[in-house]
């Protein structure tokens, strides 16, 4: 065993001699397979972490919005609607929503403007969201001026700045009294944006939706798993460009790192001939490449990941932000919560270590296996 | 004592550019001797060291060591028998460059695991005795012709063979430093080392401590044997 152990010293200490005899090649290819390991790993964990802050932020969204369809276009709902709406079985809960968008040309900005439902507001005050906050370079008691939809300038005083958990989706946010609300976009009493349904039993939401399509066919249940997929979707296919857009330079390292892993040079196969010469055995000569391999790929891999998560987490995605994020005046100061996924580090691993190591141990296979006697030619 | 019963060796067998090195050479070798393999270039004696070495198979016939048959050994076993049965100091010494001379007179021994400070020590004994202790920290390419090759003579010899096999050794040499090889092949033989040599350099066959001289032409022996 000990002896075991030993053969095992010997042979990490002549492949990390060896590694540094070739030390401008070695490094070179370090430099290159880390930084599309850093890409990768920044792609992947930046948009699963926008997909898991999605996640967070729906967890506590209704099961159930009900929007009123006119001409294939998004309508107000009458407040009759909620009534009908409550006496379906299995629907606990039913509140009308107010929220709209509002243009704001001093900034080219837009905003969504929201009545709370949790939070009761005095007349004329608002709460702003940190990214509005940050615009207009303002702070509680500060007044801020919107042009109301009969054209009057309305001064809103803000009483609040919010600090969301996540500053994905309330960066844009401003919240405002029913009453403010209503005489800012000028929506009678009676209607609604759109109505959220509470259900008793969640595996029940798309029976729900149906019995609501059923009595109202004039509208359009939205369930909160759709509005999930529909946000994994974009990440993904956001995901998708930047890997579409990175794919050429992964084409290039894998024809450079299969070039320098798979072709061994004359030096590398003299050198075999005289470890085998001198009695070293073809697993011994394996064994080394292969530690070299690993060692590369493996540094690599760490080296990259570990970048990665340092600027997906801490340096907030420099890189990738405006792409993975999407486009926006304002843009939400999002620092996403630290987190490893397994199956995402296992399939990173297996896609760059994997083939790395396989492309060095098949041509020291070949060249390891043959006699030994070409070197004394 | 090595045995060699009708050995061929044909290279690309089967193809067209097939090639009969050695052509059926039945050889017997004694213990503790110097025996000398003489022949112009391309008459197969390379080939024969390799083959003696078990550095390659033959084609056919037998080898046998010391009454064991190595032919047909399988490739661990015939490892474990060169590794510690031969040594080998190669024509153009092979040493591996970027590696200090003590690090390449240690390589051989690394399969076998031994305890690294007596591996270092017995390295560093080896080079004292064939004067360059004093380079051991240097790096191979910084070593002269003749250093080189004693550097070789003491990678060969640290597993403590019973054989050692040179091919061409004092091809690289001057007459000076090809007398004070065979000082140390005289020396070696003294220690009761088995040497097997080929060289067409009149230094090494010519020299009176050489025992036996095997002439090998067109891949058979042409006289000695």
Redesign the interface.
């Known amino acids: 065993m000990?002896?075991?152990?030993?053969?095992q010293?010997?042979?990490i200490d002549?492949t990390l001699?060896s590694l540094?005899?070739r030390k401008t090649k070695n490094l070179g290819l370090l430099l290159v397979y880390t930084l599309i390991v850093f890409l990768l790993a920044s792609v992947m964990l930046y948009t699963h972490a926008l997909q898991r802050e999605a996640g967070i932020i729906l967890a506590e969204s209704p099961e159930l919005i009900v929007q009123r369809m006119v001409a294939g276009r998004h309508d107000l709902v009458p407040a009759e609607y909620l009534e009908a709406l409550r006496g379906i079985r299995g629907v606990r809960a039913a509140q009308g929503r107010l929220w709209g968008y509002y243009y704001d040309p001093v900034v080219k900005a837009n905003y969504t403007l929201l009545v709370p439902a949790d939070r009761a507001l005095q007349r004329g005050e608002i709460v702003v969201g940190a990214g509005v906050a940050r615009t207009h370079n303002m702070g509680r008691g500060d007044y801020l001026t919107l042009r109301a939809a009969d054209g009057k300038a309305m001064p809103l005083r803000v009483a609040d700045v919010l600090h969301h958990e996540s500053e994905l989706v309330s960066a844009d946010l401003i919240l405002l009294g029913e009453a403010d609300y209503r005489e800012f976009f000028r929506i009678d009493a009676g209607l609604y944006t759109d109505l959220a349904l509470q259900v008793r039993n969640p595996r029940e939401v798309r029976t729900i939706a149906e019995k609501v399509t059923r009595l109202f066919p004039d509208t359009r249940p939205i369930l909160r798993e759709e509005i999930l997929r529909t946000y994994d979707s974009i990440f993904n296919w956001r995901q998708g460009i930047v890997v579409v857009l990175l794919s050429g330079a992964i084409l290039a390292f894998a024809i450079f790192a299969w070039d320098k892993a798979s072709g061994l040079s004359a030096e590398e196969k003299?050198?075999i001939g005289?470890?085998?010469?001198?009695?070293?055995?073809?697993?011994?000569v394996i064994r080394m490449k292969f530690w070299e391999g690993a060692v590369i790929s493996l540094s690599a891999f760490l080296g990259g990941y570990l970048l990665a998560y340092l600027h997906v987490f801490y340096g907030a995605a420099m890189l990738f932000e405006p792409v993975l994020k999407g486009w926006a005046v304002l843009y939400p100061a999002f620092r996403p919560v630290p987190f490893i996924d397994g199956l995402q580090v296992a399939t990173l691993f297996f896609l760059t270590v994997f083939p790395y190591t396989a492309a060095t141990i098949v041509p020291v296979w070949r060249a390891a296996?043959m006699?030994?006697?070409a070197?004394?030619? | 004592m090595i045995e060699l019963s009708e050995v061929r060796k044909v290279f690309n067998q089967g193809k067209p550019n097939e090639f009969c090195a050695i052509r059926g050479i039945s050889l017997r070798i004694e213990a503790h001797e110097i025996t000398v393999l003489k022949g112009p270039s391309g008459s197969g004696k390379?080939?024969l060291?390799?083959l003696i070495g078990c550095?390659?198979?033959p084609s056919s016939g037998r080898i046998t060591l010391n009454g064991r048959a190595l032919s047909g050994l399988p490739?661990?076993f015939l490892?474990?028998v060169?590794?510690r049965t031969f040594g080998?100091v190669?024509?153009h010494f092979?040493l591996?460059?970027?590696?200090t001379v003590l690090?390449n007179v240690m390589?051989?021994a690394?399969?076998?695991?031994?305890?690294?400070s007596a591996l270092r020590r017995q390295a560093q004994q080896l080079l004292e005795r064939f004067g360059i202790g004093a380079k051991a920290g240097y790096k191979v390419e910084w070593l002269s012709g003749g250093e080189a090759q004693r550097v070789a003579i003491c990678?060969a010899l640290i597993?403590d063979p019973e054989v050692l096999i040179a091919?061409e050794p004092t091809a690289n040499l001057d007459t000076k430093l090809s007398r004070e090889f065979m000082e140390i092949v005289r020396m070696l033989k003294e220690q009761g080392k088995t040497v097997i040599l080929t060289s067409h350099d009149p230094v090494v066959f010519a020299a009176p401590v050489v025992d036996r001289l095997i002439e090998v032409r067109d891949g058979l022996i042409a006289g000695g044997a």
């Open positions: 000990l002896t075991f152990i030993r053969r010293k010997y042979l002549y001699s540094l005899r003299r050198e005289i470890l085998k010469a001198i009695g070293w055995e073809t697993s011994d296996i006699d030994p006697d070197v004394m030619r | 390379t080939t060291l390799s550095l390659a198979r490739e661990r490892t474990d060169r590794r080998f190669f024509q092979n591996i460059k970027g590696l690090e390589l051989p690394y399969p076998a695991g031994p305890e690294w990678r597993n091919d």
